[in-house]
């Protein structure tokens, strides 16, 4: 499978807990966003990589949110202290450089805050 | 910053009709790309049609066209010949064409298709 995978598909916490998600982009990809989506919304920019530099990070991502991308390949998304607010999807994309501009999109990681 | 926006939140079409989405943006940049992404439920985000702002002739991909009016700034997908499978999330995205930048995507809120047998 060379598409964009994220694990785990669906996570339910409590509030307070911390909770960390990963991101495989496609092999060649060098540049990774991550993006959150509630319910009836478009899906929002939180931060970006290219490579293993986090270039830019939306105002969404509050103090509790860190991102890593290690040697440029995957990618963790940690939340500290999960409030019933950070309750949402959170889309991982890649794309590479050059003429195709797409950015291809993974599944999915479904965040439940109780 | 550029914002988009979709203001039809539901369209209904009937099996082998056109519909036609609508999206309008906001940019002070004269170069950029703009999208059109499907979600079905459950499953993740497609893309459907991709037109990029420097080119006049709009953008067609089988059934899938796209009606862009620059000075309008407005960017709306028909789909012909509707079929079940076309049934989910269509969402209007940006993306600035500058090299330097962030490709990060701008979405509007969405539009939730429905395909009636």
């Known amino acids: 499978d060379t598409g964009v995978s994220q694990d785990p598909r669906h996570k339910i916490t409590k509030r307070g807990q911390n909770v960390t998600f990963r991101c495989d982009p496609i092999?060649?990809?060098?540049?990774l966003y991550w993006y959150r989506q509630t319910l009836g919304q478009g899906p929002e920019f939180l931060t970006y990589?290219?490579?293993?530099?986090?270039?830019?990070k939306s105002r969404l991502l509050s103090d509790r949110f860190s991102a890593e991308r290690p040697k440029g390949s995957f990618s963790t998304l940690e939340i500290q202290r999960t409030e019933q607010g950070d309750s949402a999807m959170y889309l991982c994309?890649?794309?590479?450089?050059?003429?195709?501009?797409?950015?291809?999109f993974g599944p999915g990681t479904r965040l439940t805050v109780t | 910053a550029q914002t988009v926006t979709q203001s039809q939140p539901e369209m209904s079409v009937q099996e082998a009709e056109t519909v036609t989405l609508s999206c309008t943006y906001d940019t002070s940049e004269s170069d950029y790309y703009l999208f059109w992404y499907k979600q079905p439920p459950s499953r993740q985000m497609i893309l459907v049609i991709r037109?990029?702002?420097?080119?006049?002739q709009n953008a067609t991909e089988n059934r899938f066209s796209v009606n862009f009016q620059k000075a309008a700034k407005s960017f709306s997908l028909k789909i012909s010949d509707s079929q079940l499978g076309d049934a989910a999330m269509y969402f209007c995205a940006y993306r600035s064409a500058w090299s330097g930048a962030n490709s990060k995507l701008t979405f509007g809120k969405g539009i939730t298709l429905s395909v009636r047998p």
């Open positions: 037109q990029e702002a420097y080119k006049q």
């Open positions: 990589f290219q490579n293993e530099a986090q270039l830019e």
């Open positions: 092999s060649e990809h060098n540049r």
């Open positions: 994309a890649s794309h590479g450089q050059g003429a195709n501009y797409e950015q291809y």
